[in-house]
């Protein structure tokens, strides 16, 4: 039996046990985009496997073995190289985990190789671990981005004062037109701040939870209209109440 040649880099979005010593990764990995594999373990074995490592937005190393089960390819080997401690170990940080991945798991279908998208969502997670303040207002910032990243980045030539977002035409507009559907003035002016700021000046924007939530709304709204598919994310009334 042969091995991968080479190892690989992913991010967990989500396991699924499979029967008492099996268990399916669902991943965004640095070769091929959205991905699945499967993984056998048991409790016996000398080389255990650490469970608890596989959470949410994990940054695990993965070497694939020639085996595979069913049309999924079977890990040989599966390692941590980034220890996300404070994710872990954080409600407020291991609830926008579990946001963020609901959100690309729902989001990103193609099974190809994005090295840019994958360098972002790496990047967010290393500064979602690292972040001391701001927290609460990592997760609108992340969605902004992560709009961008996909394709969708709102249209800003300059400061959009006194201008409504238009959700359709993702552009600041002065006068709506009857059928435009626009956020409201706060939210419009949320959105610029967010594209302005960088992790560093989170802390800056002081908002109320019910605000923040609102605002993810229309962001999911603008997201789900642009990529013609309706985004329901179970996990923001959850990340909601931890915030409140």
């Given amino acids: 039996m042969t091995t991968a040649a080479s190892s690989f880099r992913a991010i ?3 396991t699924i046990r499979h029967k008492e010593n099996g268990l399916v990764l669902q991943c965004y990995t640095s070769r091929g985009g959205r991905e699945s594999f499967y993984i056998r373990y048991s409790p ?7 469970i608890s490592q596989l959470h949410p937005l994990a940054i695990v190393e993965i070497e694939l073995s020639s085996l595979k089960m069913g049309t999924m390819a079977n890990i040989r080997e599966i390692s941590s190289p980034v220890r996300l401690s404070s994710i872990r170990g954080d409600i407020y940080k291991s609830s926008i985990a579990l946001f963020m991945c609901e959100l690309i798991l729902k989001s990103i279908r193609e099974v190809e190789e994005n ?4 360098a972002f969502l790496h990047n ?3 500064t979602l671990e690292s972040m001391k303040e701001g927290v609460a207002n990592f ?12 394709g969708y980045a709102p249209k800003i030539d300059k400061d959009p004062e006194d201008a409504l977002f ?3 035409s993702a552009e600041y507009v002065k006068y709506p037109q009857p059928d435009s559907i626009c956020m409201n003035q706060a939210d419009s002016a949320l959105l610029y701040r967010f594209i302005e700021a960088d992790s560093a000046t989170l802390s800056s924007i002081r908002i109320t939870g019910s605000v923040r939530y609102h605002f993810i709304g229309e962001l999911l ?3 789900s209209i642009h990529s013609g598919s309706e985004l329901k994310i179970e996990s923001l009334d959850v990340l909601h109440e931890v915030f409140e």
């Fill in 221 to 223: 709204r603008y997201l």
């Fill in 115 to 118: 090295p840019l998208l994958y």
């Fill in 139 to 150: 997760h609108p910032w992340f969605l902004v981005n992560f709009c961008g990243q996909m």
């Fill in 124 to 126: 967010s997670v290393i």
């Fill in 166 to 168: 238009d959700i359709v």
């Fill in 12 to 14: 967990v979005l989500h």
């Fill in 44 to 50: 016996r074995s000398k080389d255990k496997i650490n």
